[in-house]
């Protein structure tokens, strides 16, 4: 097993940013990949980054690239998403997701998110 916490979400400007933390525990030896991810009420839940458990190959939606940046720190097994030029259009839950397989865009362990509120 695997658990994971989100943190850092809050409410904040617009053109402001955050960084949420994405705490690991457990087998994580496991872990191949890490993801975020985020849900608007009454949508589905959208990919936003994801990262090698090495730290390698990052990779964005087309929606963030450019503004947020996913990254991890091997020493405190946390991954990091930092998020900057926030828009009101990035509200939402956040959420970390953790695979075991190289599946692409299979995950098999997530958080409980937590809520980014961007004001305009």
């Known amino acids: 097993q695997v658990q994971l916490v989100e943190s850092g979400g809050g409410l904040v400007q617009a053109g402001g940013s955050l960084r949420l933390s994405c705490d690991t525990s457990g087998r994580t030896f496991s872990i191949y990949r890490m993801g975020w991810f985020r849900q608007v009420p009454g949508k589905e839940r959208v990919f936003v980054a994801a990262?090698?458990?090495?730290?390698?190959?990052?990779n964005y939606a087309d929606s963030v690239k450019g503004r947020f940046t996913i990254s991890r720190d091997s020493a405190k097994n946390t991954v990091y998403l930092q998020m900057n030029s926030l828009e009101p259009e990035d509200t939402a839950v956040y959420y970390c997701?953790?695979?075991?397989?190289?599946?692409?865009?299979?995950?098999?362990?997530w958080g409980q998110g937590t809520q980014v509120t961007v004001s305009s």
């Open positions: 990262i090698l458990w090495s730290g390698g190959n990052p």
């Open positions: 997701a953790a695979a075991q397989t190289t599946t692409l865009g299979r995950y098999d362990y």
